[in-house]
């Protein structure tokens, strides 16, 4: 699994930006998705995660209805569609492939990381 993550940019309150992770290798419809995201000074925090089949989503509490995560098996990559978004929003945004059976947001299950991305929501 090599993981790669890009649509970062800047926008301003309000906006959207769609963020893409692209999988090289040949096993990523095996992988639970998530992503993940984390603002200076502060933790790495779960934001999104998808199952294999794409059929069960779930979200932090912090952007339940506005962030939607989905997955292309055939294209092998997972998407992060954010909308209303908030300077509070504002991180590097991490896609990660969970290779152990715990908690879908710790990053401790994750085995495989993009190299992220940068987000930038201004007031």
């Known amino acids: 699994v090599q993981l790669q993550a890009s649509g970062g940019g800047l926008v301003q309150a309000g906006g959207s930006l769609r963020l893409s992770c692209a999988d090289s290798?040949?096993?990523?419809?095996?992988?639970?998705m998530g992503w993940f995201r984390q603002a200076p000074g502060k933790e790495r925090e779960f934001v999104a995660g998808?199952?294999?089949?794409?059929?069960?989503?779930y979200y932090a509490d912090s952007v339940k209805g506005r962030f939607t995560i989905s997955r292309d098996n055939a294209k092998n990559t997972v998407t992060l569609q954010m909308d209303s978004l908030k300077p509070e929003d504002t991180a590097v945004y991490y896609c990660?492939?969970?290779?152990?059976?715990?908690?879908?947001?710790?990053?401790?299950?994750?085995?495989?990381w993009g190299q992220g991305t940068q987000v930038t929501v201004s007031s």
């Open positions: 290798g040949q096993t990523f419809s095996q992988y639970f």
């Open positions: 998808i199952n294999w089949s794409g059929g069960r989503t």
């Open positions: 990660a492939a969970r290779t152990r059976a715990g908690s879908y947001d710790s990053t401790r299950e994750y085995g495989f």
